[in-house]
């Protein structure tokens, strides 16, 4: 519900343009921009739903809503359920502008929708006029009752995704205008393409009006408008960043900024700005979201006062997603219980089963890599000896990928038990690395008989003896990672902890070496000089 001139939309790009280009463009000086007031179809420019509108129109690079319709007709593409949107704006002078859209995505992975935008101004005064002709005078005035002004856009969109990242999406409009007893209406096509870009980077590229026909009282032609989106999602997708560049062709461009933050789940802060640098509108307002309903308020402040933007959505049916639910859940809870059993290969191939019922299932897709690094080494652990325990353990908190130092400790015990497994080296070689972890576990070095255990403590001595305390407390860390109650490599942590001059920290590990063995006399001696 733009009250300035019209802005008509978007700057063309491509391959991938960062937020941060946008808003450096945007902080720009700018160069002088031609009035478009007058432009056919001004109305269209003005903008629709509270949500976009609250956050200064920038919403191109979002779309994510049954608005995608106006926006971004690519963006339809990401709704899951029916959707119902409706807009009221009420803007000056008796004008008011309208909006509604139907969504409706398909199972093929097609969404279509049916959207109008209707602007009605009243309250225009008709007059009759009699001028001289020598002088051009009128010579008089007479009221002949009122006349209105109406616009109306009914539009039909279609969006899909074209791959796992790009969207792809159309709008064809049939545009109306009655001005008094003057009409015309145009036909006129937008395209929008939209890309995922990493886990939290969006971009969009379309053309506004990109082929157009008009007939009636009018020669008016409609602009054809470049559009570029950006958006950036962060803090788990509570705050979302988005810039917009607007250009018509040979006219003017416009710069949009906005946010919107979700301080709760159901609750979420807007903010945004039209025109940088050169502030035209500032704009801000709130969504309510009760899980199928949704009510969003947007209000913006520019030269003619302010304006009110109010929307409502609801949201209906079964989600997309879930029209392969059940399915999908048989696939993953066989995998699961295979993957549980440590049949590695057969839980994978279950879970490639699950993907392929529900292509656009990101948890699925991230257990079916992570299981592929696992079964590279190791197709199987089954059976209840402790080696293979701790081969499923680790392998589990491997794919579940919260803790990676609780699968690098079980893969170590598992290891130690069979030092001489190099498939399962090589498994752990490859977590530690991703999980950070500083000493990469080699193969044995020292006599026949040694085991893990054995060359973490004798690596620690080694440590001690070339003055390198730091490493000799991290490597008996590693043995009381596998065995907490293990006395030497508490009396060597002890030792390198006193050789630090960290004399506390030494006494507290010997007085549970002693809890351990209280007959240790090395010890106890210790204990009996830093006493003294």
Do not use: C
Not at 220 to 239: A, H, I, M, T, W
Not at 355 to 368: E, F, K, L, R, S
Not at 371 to 386: H, R, S
């Amino acid at each position: 519900m733009r009250v300035t001139p019209a802005r008509a939309a978007s700057a063309a790009a491509q391959g991938s343009f960062y937020l941060l280009a946008a808003l450096f463009i945007a902080l720009a000086p700018a160069p002088a921009r031609a009035q478009s007031g007058g432009v056919a179809g001004q109305f269209l420019s003005f903008g629709v739903g509270a949500r976009a509108m609250a956050m200064g129109g920038a919403y191109y690079g979002i779309s994510d809503d049954a608005t995608a319709a106006y926006w971004n007709p690519a963006g339809l593409a990401q709704l899951q359920r029916k959707e119902i949107t409706t807009m009221q704006a009420s803007l000056f002078q008796q004008t008011k502008l309208t909006y509604f859209a139907l969504g409706y995505p398909t199972k093929g992975g097609s969404t279509f929708a049916l959207s109008m935008t209707e602007l009605q101004s009243s309250g225009f005064e008709k007059v009759d006029a009699v001028f001289n002709p020598a002088t051009g005078e009128a010579q008089s005035v007479t009221s002949s009752g009122n006349f209105n002004d109406q616009q109306r856009a009914i539009g039909l969109s279609w969006g899909k995704n074209v791959t796992e990242t790009v969207l792809f999406g159309m709008t064809a409009k049939q545009i109306t205008r009655q001005l008094a007893g003057s009409s015309d209406n145009t036909k006129s096509l937008d395209i929008g393409v939209m890309k995922t870009m990493g886990t939290s980077y969006r971009v969009g590229l379309g053309l506004q009006n990109a082929f157009s026909q008009t007939t009636g009282d009018t020669q008016d032609k409609y602009p054809v408008v470049l559009k570029l989106g950006n958006s950036l999602r962060l803090f788990k997708e509570r705050l979302t960043l988005a810039a917009d560049i607007n250009k018509t062709l040979n006219s003017s461009f416009d710069l949009r900024f906005g946010g919107e933050y979700w301080i709760s789940r159901w609750f979420a802060f807007r903010f945004g700005l039209l025109g940088l640098p050169s502030i035209q509108e500032t704009d801000f307002g709130f969504g309510l979201n009760f899980n199928s309903f949704t009510i969003d308020i947007a209000q913006g402040i520019h030269d003619l006062g302010s304006s009110t933007r109010i929307s409502a959505t609801f949201r209906f049916g079964e989600s997309r997603t879930n029209l392969t639910t059940t399915e999908v859940r048989a696939f993953v809870r066989q995998g699961m219980a295979a993957f549980r059993q440590g049949n590695f290969a057969l839980a994978a191939q279950k879970f490639n089963q699950a993907q392929d019922a529900a292509p656009g299932n990101q948890q699925v897709a991230t257990m079916i890599a992570r299981l592929g690094n696992v079964t590279k080494y190791i197709p199987q652990a089954t059976g209840g000896e402790e080696e293979q325990t701790f081969i499923r353990k680790g392998a589990i908190a491997y794919v579940d990928g919260r803790d990676l130092h609780l699968s690098v400790n079980a893969l170590r015990y598992a290891f130690n038990k069979n030092p001489h497994d190099q498939r399962l080296l090589n498994f752990l070689n490859m977590v530690e690395k991703e999980a950070g972890v500083h000493d990469i576990t080699r193969p044995l070095e020292g006599p026949e008989q040694f085991t893990l255990i054995d060359q973490k403590i004798f690596d620690a001595r080694q440590a001690i003896y070339d003055g390198h305390y730091d490493d000799a407390v991290r490597r008996a860390q590693d043995v009381l990672d596998l065995e907490p109650n293990n006395v030497t490599a508490l009396e060597v942590m002890g030792s390198a902890f006193f050789l630090m001059d960290q004399k506390d920290k030494a006494v507290a590990i010997w007085k549970r070496v002693l809890q351990l063995d209280p007959n240790n006399k090395a010890v106890l001696q210790f204990l009996q000089s830093v006493h003294q």
